[in-house]
Nanobody, 115 residues
Framework: VQLQASGGGSVQTGGSLRLSCAAS????????IAWFRQAPGKQREAVSC????????YYLNSIKGRFTISRDNAKNKVYLQMNRLKPEDTAVYYC?????????WGQGTLVTVSS
């Protein structure tokens, strides 16, 4: 299993970024994929999750209405469109696959939002 997140960067408050997670090594279309984030000094938290068919399973309350998760099963990719970014969104963002209790993580991509 390989998960590779990309698309992070530095933006000002109110800006937008689109994260991508490229997946390989498993039957992508059969699994839900999640985005997590970890801010400096804080625990990793789940941001959003999308099921295998593209229906959204979960959004963290603090990002509802600003972030949108989507997937393209033909490309084995999951996306996280992040709009109206805030300094508190600053974190390393990871994509995650959970299979029968085993967690697989990509290397993460850093998002920095300045005020």
């Amino acid at each position: 299993v390989q998960l590779q997140a990309s698309g992070g960067g530095s933006v000002q408050t109110g800006g937008s970024l689109r994260l991508s997670c490229a997946a390989s090594g498993f039957d992508f279309e059969d699994y839900a994929i999640a985005w997590f984030r970890q801010a400096p000094g804080k625990q990793r938290e789940a941001v959003s999750c999308i099921n295998s068919a593209g229906g959204t399973s979960y959004y963290l309350n603090s990002i509802k209405g600003r972030f949108t998760i989507s997937r393209d099963n033909a490309k084995n990719k999951v996306y996280l469109q992040m709009n109206r970014l805030k300094p508190e969104d600053t974190a390393v963002y990871y994509c995650n696959l959970r299979v029968v209790g085993n967690d697989y993580w990509g290397q993460g991509t850093l998002v920095t939002v300045s005020s």
